[in-house]
């Protein structure tokens, strides 16, 4: 995975492509969402100790990444 150079709220901090975060969806535009995917999903601790310093609780991990750690 490649680490982006800045982080957006909605790009994954690991991989840099959109996270589908419904809440920051629902925060950006103010239309109401449903739950967000992550609701369901199981994090590692692996996984999370991957996510850089600087984008801790500002942008989510996305599916894909999330994914490929349950994978390996």
Same mark, same amino acid.
């Given at each position: 995975m490649s680490?982006?150079?800045?982080f957006e709220p909605n790009a994954c901090p690991l991989c840099g492509q959109p996270n589908q975060c419904a809440m920051e969806v629902e925060r950006t535009t103010g239309i109401p969402?449903?739950? =967000?995917? !992550?609701?369901?999903a199981t994090f590692s601790q692996?996984?999370?100790d991957k996510v850089p310093d600087?984008?801790?609780?500002?942008? =989510?991990? !996305?599916?894909?990444?999330?994914?490929?750690?349950?994978?390996?």
């Open positions: 680490t982006p150079a800045t969402q449903g739950p =967000c995917w !992550c609701n369901q692996t996984l999370l600087e984008a801790r609780g500002k942008a =989510c991990v !996305c599916a894909a990444c999330t994914k490929k750690a349950d994978e390996s």
